[in-house]
């Protein structure tokens, strides 16, 4: 039996020089910046005021993921690599302007990543992350430390929406959602919530 206050936190990593730029990015391992380490610092007081119940942390293996999680103030208890960003495939480091040169109209949520990871795909991983944190929430909460495009797949997959509708829910360096019940029913209960460090 889950407990009626159980959370799940999904915290997106602080900003890095690909973020800054709309450069799309998943298996290029890339630092925080200045700015990004400033903003994972700033959740640190946000989280401890959550008062979560002795909350299992759980990051992508990606570098900016779990500096973003050990400057919060949060001890990585694992970490997965089904938690790692939506595989881009041949898209990987180039902006939405530059992918529209050849693929008009292209977002993510709606059209294939030549060479990367298919939309079932990530629901798979997604469902499966969210398998694996449901059952840890009758005895603790969850903190998840990830990336914005796959953070925003578990959200649409928590209220039984397809992954292409993670597309309805904005998600900012070092920003974080919360994800609870309210009579046995899931619900979002913050969203994209974060502290402008710059």
Same mark, same amino acid.
């Given at each position: 039996?889950?407990?009626?206050?159980?959370?799940?936190?999904?915290?997106?990593?602080?900003?890095?020089?690909?973020?800054?730029?709309?450069?799309?990015?998943?298996?290029?391992?890339? #630092? $925080?910046?200045?700015?990004?380490? @400033?903003?994972?610092?700033?959740?640190?007081?946000? %989280? *401890? /005021?959550?008062?979560?119940? +002795? #909350? $299992?942390?759980?990051?992508?293996? @990606?570098?900016?993921?779990?500096?973003?999680?050990? %400057? *919060? /103030?949060?001890?990585?208890? +694992?970490?997965?690599?089904?938690?790692?960003?939506?595989?881009?495939?041949?898209?990987?480091?180039?902006?939405?302007?530059?992918?529209?040169?050849?693929?008009?109209?292209?977002?993510?949520?709606?059209?294939?990543?030549?060479?990367?990871?298919?939309?079932?795909?990530?629901?798979?991983?997604?469902?499966?992350?969210?398998?694996?944190?449901?059952?840890?929430?009758?005895?603790?909460?969850?903190?998840?430390?990830?990336?914005?495009?796959?953070?925003?797949?578990?959200?649409?997959?928590?209220?039984?929406?397809?992954?292409?509708?993670?597309?309805?829910?904005?998600?900012?360096?070092?920003?974080?959602?919360?994800?609870?019940?309210?009579?046995?029913?899931?619900?979002?209960?913050?969203?994209?919530?974060?502290?402008?460090?710059?």
């Amino acid at each position: 039996m889950i407990a009626p206050n159980a959370r799940l936190v999904l915290l997106r990593h602080g900003e890095t020089e690909w973020s800054l730029s709309g450069r799309h990015t998943s298996t290029t391992d890339l #630092p $925080l910046t200045a700015v990004g380490e @400033r903003q994972a610092r700033a959740v640190a007081p946000i %989280l *401890a /005021g959550l008062g979560l119940r +002795r #909350p $299992l942390v759980i990051s992508s293996p @990606r570098l900016r993921a779990v500096h973003t999680a050990e %400057l *919060a /103030g949060m001890r990585v208890d +694992r970490q997965w690599d089904d938690l790692v960003e939506w595989g881009y495939g041949s898209y990987e480091g180039l902006t939405t302007d530059q992918i529209h040169e050849v693929a008009p109209h292209w977002t993510v949520w709606t059209h294939p990543c030549p060479d990367g990871e298919s939309p079932e795909s990530v629901q798979g991983r997604a469902d499966t992350v969210l398998h694996i944190a449901v059952a840890q929430l009758d005895e603790r909460d969850v903190v998840l430390f990830g990336h914005g495009h796959f953070s925003r797949a578990m959200i649409a997959r928590w209220i039984d929406l397809p992954v292409r509708e993670g597309r309805r829910f904005a998600l900012s360096a070092a920003a974080y959602t919360v994800l609870g019940y309210e009579h046995g029913n899931r619900q979002i209960v913050a969203h994209n919530v974060n502290v402008d460090s710059r």
